[in-house]
């Protein structure tokens, strides 16, 4: 078991980006918690080395770190025994931001529902939910831009569609029909800012507060919060071997909308079954209610063929499909799309001219060409090799008995796995160790809704990202946890 000593003070919450002043960022972490009361006058603060060891970070980083906090008077140093919080009237007064009105109940539910802050800096062993940008083709992507802009069409520089470029959505609708078997118009697919802005417009458009919206738990949280910031109330539906729970679902009364990620159940890594696909457009009918269907990760299938899309079965109209081309590309490019039953996909390219008009024309442009002239489909096959053998690193030198850990599961999709652990105590030990020594990993536990009756012990477990960097990383990271985890 690893031997990390408790820290006499709660320092939950410091994440430190290792792309930014790593010294500057513990400071600024510390004095925010000095001013705001978190940490008290007297406290004593941990050992530099301790805290060192907790952040993953040097004992110099920490040093510097309180001789600022020292020099500026928020501590207090004792020779021989350990840094104190100076006196809080020591301390400079905290800048309190004028009030404001009263917040009504949108930003009030936006407040609710943040997103945790995305992790970055380069990317490192086992970052979630991020491809292989080291195999990233920028010097077509670059030829492809420079050729776009320097002659540009005049026609294509007013204002364009807010549906997004009619060249790019017929080449994804092409994509779709051969490589999903999803079959759809052109004028279906409306270009979106990625996955995220297709499933906030669902919210926008089809929930109305006070609507139950049924949601995979564990699921994507960032789904959730959309969802629920459009005044949902959020039903979590369990997940089994087989995907969504469809009889649990028939059981949440009053319900009209339900969010899946059919290909790649995020974060559990099961996929929807068949039957389960029949009984969920069954349900959709019977209720008459919408299908959001998240295929996030969806190029990436390792064996065996995949299932057809819920959308590609659906013969109502009640299925939304969601895409992107941010885990095959990378995410900063903020570009997706959605296909659309033909009644709605006006309004949808509506919402979004409200919003923004529509997404800039470089990337629509430069991604169609990217398509047309077969760098894509070249593309995603590389991918999905580098993430297959990503994958088989990972299978190859994961330890095999860590006490508490099940043993990993098989993977035939995406960019993560999921490993389950026995109680959540175990899953706190392993990922902060871990994190300590700068590998990263998501707790199961923080993909739940708060409100879920699942013991908390059955909701613990390892969700690790393999595709984020090369073998020898994954190598290297994994000789790391053995230490860190003393295996
Ligand atoms: C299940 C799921 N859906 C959607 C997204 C968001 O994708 P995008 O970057 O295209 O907005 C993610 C990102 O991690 C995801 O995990």
Known sequence: MPATPPLPVDLSGIRLDPGQGLSRQLYQALRE?????????????????????????????VTRAFDQLYAEGYVEGRVGDGTYVAE?????????????????????????????????????????????????PFETWA????????????????????????????????????????????????????????????????????????????????????????????????????????????????????????????PTGVTLSLARRLELLEWAERRDGWIV??????????????????????????????????????????LGYMVLPPALAESFAQRRALDMRHSEIGTQ???????????????????????????????????????????MPSVDAGLHLCVRVDSLARERQLVDAARAVGVEMNGLSEYWLETSSEPVDNRAGLVLGFAAVPEAQIAEAIRMLRRAWCL
Request: glycine content about 8%.
């Open 365 to 407: 442009a430069v991604m169609a060409e990217f398509i047309a002239a077969g760098h894509f489909q070249r593309h995603v096959r590389r991918m999905r090799l580098a993430a297959r053998a990503r994958r088989d690193a990972l299978l190859r030198d994961w330890p095999e008995a860590i006490p508490g850990c099940a043993p």
């Open 88 to 136: 809080l009237s020591t301390a400079r007064p905290v800048p309190q931001p004028p009030a404001g009105p009263e917040p009504g109940p949108a930003l009030q539910r936006l407040q609710n529902h943040h997103l945790p802050p995305p992790v970055t800096g380069a990317p490192r062993a086992f970052r979630i939910g991020v491809p292989a940008f080291d195999l990233f």
């Open 143 to 266: 030829r492809l831009q420079a050729r776009f802009w320097r002659k540009p069409s005049p026609a294509r520089l007013g204002y364009g569609d807010p549906a997004g470029d009619w060249a790019l959505r017929e080449l994804v609708a092409a994509y779709l029909r051969s490589s999903r078997g999803l079959s759809c118009d052109p004028a279906q697919v409306v270009i979106t800012c990625g996955a995220q802005q297709a499933i906030s417009l669902c919210a926008q458009l089809l929930v109305q507060p006070g609507d139950r919206v049924a949601i995979e738990n564990p699921g994507y949280r960032a789904a959730g919060h959309a969802f629920a910031v459009a005044g949902a109330e959020l039903c979590g539906v369990p997940v089994d071997n087989d995907g969504l729970d469809s009889t649990a679902l028939a059981q949440v009364e009053d319900c009209r909308l339900v969010y899946v990620t059919p290909s790649h159940q995020y």
């Open 293 to 334: 269907e998240d295929d996030y990760d969806g190029e990436y299938r390792y064996s065996g063929t995949p299932l057809a899309p819920l959308a590609s079965l659906d013969r109502q109209g009640r299925v939304i499909y969601v895409g992107t081309f941010c885990k095959i590309t990378f995410p900063a490019l903020r």
């Open 33 to 61: 918690r000095i001013l705001d009361g978190r940490l008290g006058s007297r406290t004593r603060l941990p050992a530099t080395r301790d805290l060192a060891a907790l952040l993953g970070i040097s004992r110099n980083t």
